[in-house]
């Protein structure tokens, strides 16, 4: 897809923001009979959520509070269970690799994460929630307008996600490439001019071209999809309980809102 979204970063904290107001309560729901003790949730009433924060437009804090299309999404999930929400950043490496949720951190994640056959080894995922592509994002007046071009330079991939696998797959072999733990240090490092380019998802690094000095000079269809994660025992309920409200958000029009809201096409 092609994603833009007009907003100010915010800087993450690692605190669980919940709640419109923000603060360290919890929003949604209140616990009813139906809450999600069949769900075998860590807090009965309240799902817990693990997301790498920031990664925008999907999960970044803004104005105090987590929010993002998957923070959302999920809100909407939660709430159509009689859940309240809480929200906590955890790292894309622990979350990935299926370890925070194994550890009971949290009951589910969402966090831009491709559903993908290493994953579901440790994961299972919800029906897809959003189509994504790769992307290579350099400076304006870079050289470099193929992936090709990066023999000799050094491209910069956010550790553990596929961006990172596509980049091992396909950059040149005089290509370096350094991976960094979140956006939040990769543009970064960009700016300084550390690397040479970004390769990462097609959203995100159009986030960084909106004041004009860097640009996307290729996007790669991978036949990425999103999902939302869960353990891969224990959470069936779970599992099935977020898939049926996904598909009602999706046949109701509440899925298409909070797309519009973070995207539009190009």
Same mark, same amino acid.
Request: aromatic content about 8%.
């Given at each position: 897809?092609?994603?833009?979204?007009?907003?100010?970063?915010?800087?993450?904290?690692?605190?669980?923001?919940?709640?419109?107001?923000?603060?360290?309560?919890?929003?949604?729901?209140?616990?009813?009979?139906?809450?999600?003790?069949?769900?075998?949730?860590?807090?009965?009433?309240?799902?817990?959520?693990?997301?790498?924060?920031?990664?925008?437009?999907?999960?970044?804090?803004?104005?105090?509070?987590?929010?993002?299309?998957?923070?959302?999404?999920?809100?909407?999930?939660?709430?159509?269970?009689?859940?309240?929400? !809480?929200? $906590?950043? %955890? =790292?894309?490496?622990?979350?990935?690799? @299926?370890?925070?949720? #194994?550890?009971?951190?949290?009951?589910?994640?969402?966090?831009?994460?491709?559903?993908?056959?290493?994953?579901?080894?440790?994961?299972?995922?919800?029906?897809?929630?959003?189509?994504?592509?790769?992307?290579?994002?350099?400076?304006?007046?870079?050289?470099?307008?193929?992936?090709?071009?990066? !023999?000799? $330079?050094? %491209? =910069?991939?956010?550790?553990?996600?596929? @961006?990172?696998?596509? #980049?091992?797959?396909?950059?040149?072999?005089?290509?370096?490439?350094?991976?960094?733990?979140?956006?939040?240090?990769?543009?970064?490092?960009?700016?300084?001019?550390?690397?040479?380019?970004?390769?990462?998802?097609?959203?995100?690094?159009?986030?960084?071209?909106?004041?004009?000095?860097?640009?996307?000079?290729?996007?790669?269809?991978?036949?990425?999809?999103?999902?939302?994660?869960?353990?891969?025992?224990?959470?069936?309920?779970?599992?099935?309980?977020?898939?049926?409200?996904?598909?009602?958000?999706?046949?109701?029009?509440?899925?298409?809102?909070?797309?519009?809201?973070?995207?539009?096409?190009?």
């Amino acid at each position: 897809m092609r994603a833009r979204v007009p907003f100010i970063l915010m800087a993450a904290t690692t605190l669980a923001l919940t709640g419109c107001g923000g603060g360290s309560g919890s929003e949604g729901g209140g616990q009813t009979s139906g809450s999600g003790s069949e769900m075998a949730l860590i807090q009965p009433g309240t799902l817990t959520v693990c997301s790498d924060i920031p990664y925008p437009p999907f999960e970044f804090e803004e104005g105090g509070e987590y929010t993002g299309f998957d923070i959302e999404i999920i809100r909407k999930i939660a709430s159509g269970l009689d859940l309240k929400v !809480a929200i $906590k950043d %955890v =790292g894309f490496e622990g979350l990935q690799s @299926g370890a925070a949720l #194994a550890a009971g951190t949290c009951d589910i994640g969402a966090s831009a994460m491709t559903i993908t056959k290493p994953r579901e080894e440790n994961l299972d995922f919800s029906k897809p929630y959003y189509d994504s592509l790769q992307s290579l994002l350099v400076p304006k007046d870079s050289d470099i307008k193929t992936i090709e071009d990066l !023999a000799g $330079k050094t %491209v =910069g991939v956010q550790q553990g996600t596929t @961006g990172e696998n596509y #980049a091992q797959e396909n950059v040149p072999d005089k290509a370096t490439i350094r991976s960094y733990p979140s956006d939040a240090e990769l543009f970064p490092a960009l700016k300084s001019g550390s690397i040479d380019a970004v390769l990462q998802d097609l959203p995100v690094n159009l986030r960084h071209t909106e004041q004009g000095a860097f640009t996307i000079v290729q996007e790669y269809d991978t036949n990425e999809q999103y999902g939302f994660a869960v353990k891969e025992e224990g959470s069936e309920a779970l599992l099935k309980a977020v898939n049926k409200e996904l598909a009602k958000i999706r046949e109701n029009g509440t899925y298409q809102k909070i797309y519009d809201k973070y995207f539009s096409e190009q």
